[in-house]
């Protein structure tokens, strides 16, 4: 059985360091968990991680078994959002954002499958924020994105080339989430080889 990694196929996980580029992500099916506040420093945003790995295991298992269809989970993504948008780029203020974490599905996984799964998942130690977690499709359509590769508070120089010069001189405007796709394990990988694609969802004015 032929195990996909979605990584190696999709243009959602393909970027150049520092290299602006627009792209069209079609609807993304996701696990979702929302949270708020300085990642570092919230044991939310820990307890979040620790409610979606389960549920995408189990799913990674269902589909092998009963779908015969294997494939690699996805990495931990992120949507950043905050009513100042200076605190992503310059001011960097962490206590002021709003944040949805993500892990990738396969179109064939449903939210029956992700209901039940769910269910087996309560059954022996479940995690703290297990009913927090959702099944939902993202809609973003026209991106920008790039590689970043470093550590995640050097991102404002590029995300502010992003958003206030690449993206106005291009006729577009911002709209939806920041978001962040971490191509690196953050807990293994040194700061300065994290390797993180940052998309912003646009529209063309």
Same mark, same amino acid.
Do not use: W
């Given at each position: 059985m032929?195990?996909?990694?979605?990584?190696?196929? +999709?243009?959602?996980?393909?970027?150049?360091?520092?290299?602006?580029?627009?792209?069209?992500?079609?609807?993304?099916?996701y696990l979702m968990i929302d949270g708020k506040g300085d990642p570092n420093k919230s044991p939310e945003?820990?307890?979040?991680?620790?409610? =979606?790995?389960?549920? $995408?295991?189990? =799913?990674?298992? $269902?589909?092998?078994?009963? +779908?015969?269809?294997?494939?690699?989970?996805?990495?931990?993504?992120? +949507?950043w959002w905050s009513k100042d948008m200076t605190s992503f780029t310059t001011a960097r203020d962490k206590s002021k954002w709003d944040w949805t974490l993500m892990i990738h599905q396969p179109e064939w996984i449903t939210k029956s499958m992700f209901q039940e799964i769910v269910k087996k998942v309560s059954l022996k130690s479940p995690p703290k924020l297990l009913e927090e977690v959702r099944f939902e499709t993202l809609k973003e359509n026209l991106c920008v994105?790039? =590689?970043?590769?470093?550590? /995640?508070?050097?991102e404002g120089e590029i995300l502010?080339?992003?958003?206030?010069?690449?993206?106005?001189?291009?006729?577009l405007? +911002?709209?939806?989430?920041?978001?962040?796709?971490? =191509?690196?394990? /953050?807990r293994k990988v040194k700061t300065d080889k994290l390797r993180t694609i940052l998309r912003q969802p646009v529209l063309r004015v």
């Open positions: 032929e195990k996909i990694d979605f990584k190696k196929s +999709l243009i959602d996980y393909r970027g150049k360091k520092n290299i602006l580029v627009e792209v069209k992500i079609p609807p993304r099916k945003f820990q307890l979040s991680i620790e409610a =979606l790995y389960p549920i $995408a295991y189990k =799913l990674k298992f $269902a589909s092998k078994i009963d +779908l015969k269809k294997d494939y690699v989970v996805m990495p931990l993504e992120g +949507l994105q790039t =590689l970043h590769v470093g550590s /995640f508070d050097d502010e080339k992003m958003h206030c010069q690449y993206i106005p001189e291009n006729k405007q +911002l709209t939806g989430k920041h978001h962040e796709i971490y =191509l690196s394990d /953050f």
